[in-house]
């Protein structure tokens, strides 16, 4: 029995010496001779591969609108997905120089390229029967389609000189609105905008245009929002870090869209905002959390046309983050560029759906699907 104690004497010590070691040299790194950080290594390694891994952040549950959404979606092919992210004028979804009247043309149209929105400009807009018709007819007519999928109806009405609607309307109280200098003011000619576009069949004002004053652009899209009309902020980032502010204070009023600028801003990027994965992604979704729908601007615009036909700005600014795409003037050229965008890979499906969702979501909070 001595012999077998005497004999574990020798592995005891080793083994003590061994631990002593590791924590000597775990506390005196500099001080450890050649190969010795081969002994630390292993005793960390060993201590890793005991921990119990870190549970990844749950998920936030859906919300009924996005329930419902994912139904839609679901139901819906690729043709319809892509053409529902274009936001156009009425003459670019029928071929036509001038629409004043929704009829067969509109029809057949919408048919062919069930785009998510129609926006209306001046010389459309005539009269308020003239409107109420044209507006409703063309609402049956997406409705009644293959896709089943209700338009946005838009305009850009600012008030003052920049009001379309109020215009053909002869709408004194809009026409002749002073310029806001306080949320009070704003939120009254929101409010009194937002009755006007509702009450011939509008659902998106393409307003406000940001400044400087959080608390003017804040009041107008509260104004809009609470009476019915969605709203469409621009034209995001702004130029400089009070714009920046200006738009986050925006986006803690939840507008339905947030159109993003052509313009470059080098603070960001060195391309076009509008075709920026930091500003619309990095920016925007991330860093200030908006969840709501991403338009960039006319496509058909000189800051882009210049450096890209409208079907590669289109790929570009899906992929850095676009869920619509505003005023192109060759629709089906579009269509066509982001199909094969799918087709190649560089865009996958399930990003066309994540924009769709967003886009059928705002519907169904904006009242157009039950």
């Known amino acids: ?73 679901d139901a819906m092919t690729l043709e319809q997905k892509l053409y529902q992210m274009m936001f156009v004028t009425p003459e670019a979804l029928t071929q036509t120089k001038q629409v004043v009247r929704a009829g067969t043309a509109t029809q057949e149209a919408i048919e062919k390229r069930p785009v998510g929105g129609v926006l209306y400009t001046r010389q459309s807009l005539q009269g308020k029967a003239q409107i109420k018709d044209m507006l409703s ?44 200098t306080d949320e009070q003011t704003a939120y009254a000619l929101g409010q009194t905008i937002a009755q006007e576009l509702s009450g011939v069949g509008f659902t998106v004002n393409l307003a406000p245009a940001v400044g400087d004053d959080a608390d003017i652009a804040s009041g107008e899209i509260k104004g809009l929002q609470k009476n019915h009309v969605l709203s469409a902020v621009s034209a995001f980032p702004g130029e400089d870090e009070e714009n920046l502010s ?32 930091k500003v619309m992604t990095d920016l925007l979704r991330k860093k200030l959390n908006y969840t709501g729908i991403i338009m960039t601007d006319a496509l058909q615009d000189t800051a882009l046309t210049e450096q890209y036909t409208e079907g590669e700005a289109a790929v570009l600014a899906v992929q850095a983050g676009a869920d619509m795409l505003l005023e192109p003037s060759d629709v089906d050229a579009v269509y066509r560029a982001l199909f094969q965008a799918v087709s190649d890979g560089k865009l996958t499906e399930q990003r066309i759906d994540d924009s769709v969702q967003r886009i059928l979501t705002a519907k169904i909070d904006g009242g157009l699907i039950a």
Do not use: W
Request: with cysteine; glycine share 4%; charged share 20%.
């Open 1 to 73: 029995m001595k012999k077998r104690y005497l004999l574990l004497i020798p592995v005891v010590a080793c083994i003590v010496l061994s631990a002593a070691a590791i924590g000597y040299i775990q506390f005196h790194p500099d001080r450890a001779p050649a190969g010795a950080e081969f002994l630390v290594r292993t005793s960390n390694d060993a201590e890793q591969q005991t921990k119990e891994p870190e549970k990844e952040a749950e998920a936030q549950p859906l919300t009924a609108s996005q329930k419902r959404a994912n139904e839609l979606l």
């Open 137 to 180: 007819n063309t609402q049956s007519y997406a409705k009644a389609s293959k896709s089943g999928v209700p338009v946005f109806l838009g305009v850009q009405e600012q008030g003052g000189s920049n009001a379309p609607v109020a215009q053909a309307l002869r709408t004194k109280s809009i026409l002749n609105a002073a310029e806001s």
């Open 246 to 277: 200006a738009f986050e204070a925006c986006i803690k009023q939840k507008p339905a869209f947030m159109i993003v600028t052509n313009a470059q801003n080098k603070t960001y990027d060195t391309v076009p905002c509008s075709v920026s994965s």
